[in-house]
Nanobody
Framework: QVQVGESGGGLVQPGGSLRLSCEVS?????????IGWFRQAPGKEREFVAG?????YYADSVKGRFTISRDSAKNTVYLQMNSLKPEDTATYYC?????????????????WGQGTQVTVSS
């Protein structure tokens, strides 16, 4: 059974940084598939943020500010978020896809975490 758990959210001022972690069990990053980060702001649909198989890819809205990385030994994916803006405020979700192919489509991800809240405000 695949389990996905996010951590690292919080309150940060505009221009600040946060690092989110996504720890996966029952799923090996090197063998089993891909990881994606999505976010959902109040009153809005959930949207793709970043994903990784062997290398990362990003939504245009976060490119140059966010960096996704993986630690195979820890079976964990990180999302380093810099230069945060109020519009980055959302619940951030990590999801696992059991195919080693990149995707920006949330419907193609199989297992989801509970989400972690990120609030960017002064």
């Amino acid at each position: 059974q695949v389990q996905v758990g996010e951590s690292g959210g919080g309150l940060v001022q505009p221009g600040g940084s946060l690092r989110l972690s996504c720890e996966v069990s029952g799923f090996t990053l090197d063998d089993d598939g891909a990881i994606g980060w999505f976010r959902q702001a109040p009153g809005k649909e959930r949207e793709f943020v970043a994903g990784i198989v062997w290398s990362g890819y990003y939504a245009d809205s976060v490119k140059g500010r966010f960096t996704i990385s993986r630690d195979s030994a820890k079976n964990t994916v990180y999302l380093q978020m810099n230069s945060l803006k109020p519009e980055d405020t959302a619940t951030y979700y990590c999801a696992a896809r059991r195919v080693m192919l990149s995707s920006r489509d949330e419907g193609e991800y199989d297992d989801w975490g509970q989400g972690t809240q990120v609030t960017v405000s002064s």
